[in-house]
């Protein structure tokens, strides 16, 4: 499956941004789906994941509350709301496919490339 994520961009502390990956390929439907980012100077770390039939969520405890991750089957996307954004969110975030939400937390089998998000305070 080849992921495309976009809607990154800069945003003031407080404010909102929407980010969206489309799926070609493989039935995106046989996937979970998830989200991860790489800040400045850190490692890669998930941030928020989905079942294949988004009955299952899954999200960082830094970002739980803030954050949501919603899929549609139909359209092949799965997007990341993120809400009251902090300057410690600004990262590179990429969307990835696995085969549960269990093992997409620590081992993907697919990713996208990134989109920057950059939090100013």
């Known amino acids: 499956v080849q992921l495309q994520a976009s809607g990154g961009g800069l945003v003031q502390a407080g404010g909102s941004l929407r980010l969206s990956c489309a799926a070609s390929g493989r039935s995106f439907s046989s996937y979970a789906m998830g989200w991860f980012r790489q800040g400045p100077g850190k490692e890669r770390e998930f941030v928020a994941g989905?079942?294949?039939?988004?009955?299952?969520?899954n999200y960082a405890g830094s970002v739980k509350g803030r954050f949501a991750i919603s899929r549609d089957n139909a359209k092949n996307t799965v997007d990341l709301q993120m809400n009251s954004l902090k300057p410690e969110d600004t990262a590179v975030y990429y969307c990835?496919?696995?085969?549960?939400?269990?093992?997409?937390?620590?081992?993907?089998?697919?990713w996208g490339q990134g989109t920057q998000v950059t939090v100013s305070s």
């Open positions: 990835a496919a696995g085969n549960s939400v269990a093992v997409l937390a620590t081992t993907p089998e697919y």
């Open positions: 989905i079942s294949r039939s988004a009955s299952s969520l």
